[in-house]
């Protein structure tokens, strides 16, 4: 079967860096997107790797290991706006589908 | 400048009444996608359209409906809503396979 898998809930003070991970099983492999969701609110996307290593888009960067099947969203600076889910997710084969992981909860606190 | 847009933002239902949410988009993208999601929980894909190809998940409920009349718009259609559809409900487009999806603001349908 195809997955992806996050952990439930990480938490961390303003200013921090927080790494959230992402484990994907997927037969065949075309991309790992990252997507943040505020409470209420629909899913926003962050960033996209096809290729292996380090994106950067300013305060986040998404990193990917093909070989390792894994992924992470590197969150610096934290904010409390950071406060939100965190969802990994990956197109699937032979398909215009999209798998989402179980989704990463994060608190930033004061 | 809103580039997939869902109406109503909260829909409200009686048990047992047909509903409609529509979804429409600016983005020309071949793919529209809709989603439920629950509290806590990842969103579940319940259809996607390539153009006019309609493709359902074999776990949708046959209460579930959509119609994409035209590259812009999509509606779900619930039929006979159950107090256990009550749901944030996603519409996504793409504008192709591999692409990032772009959602709107979701509809929050409850159910009395």
């Known amino acids: 079967g195809q997955s992806l898998e996050q952990p439930s809930e990480v938490t961390a003070v303003e200013g921090a860096i927080v790494q959230i991970n992402c484990t994907y099983q997927?037969?065949?492999?075309?991309?790992l997107s990252w997507y943040q969701q505020h409470d209420g609110g629909a899913p926003t996307f962050l960033s996209y790797?096809?290729?292996?290593g380090l994106e950067e888009t300013g305060r986040f960067s998404s990193f990917l290991s093909r070989s390792d099947s894994y992924g992470y969203l590197l969150l610096q600076e934290l904010q409390m706006k950071d406060s939100a889910s965190y969802f990994c997710?990956?197109?699937?084969?032979?398909?215009?589908?999209?798998?989402f992981g179980t989704g990463t909860r994060l608190k930033v606190l004061a | 400048d809103a580039m997939v847009i869902q109406n109503p933002r909260y829909q409200v239902t009686q048990f047992g009444k047909p509903v409609t949410l529509s979804c429409s988009q600016t983005l020309n993208h071949n793919v529209m996608y809709w989603y439920q999601q629950k509290s806590s929980q990842a969103p579940k894909l319940l259809f996607h359209y390539y153009d006019k190809d309609f493709n359902n998940e074999a776990d949708t409920p046959d209460n579930f409906q959509s119609r994409r009349p035209n590259t812009s718009f999509c509606f779900l259609d619930i039929r006979s809503p159950g107090l256990g559809d009550a749901a944030m409900y996603l519409c996504?487009?793409?504008?192709?396979?591999?692409?990032?999806?772009?959602f709107g603001d979701g509809t929050r349908l409850s159910i009395l």
């Open positions: 790797n096809a290729l292996d």
């Open positions: 996504a487009t793409s504008r192709d396979n591999n692409q990032p999806q772009h």
């Open positions: 997710a990956v197109p699937t084969s032979g398909t215009y589908k999209y798998i």
């Open positions: 997927t037969s065949g492999f075309y991309g």
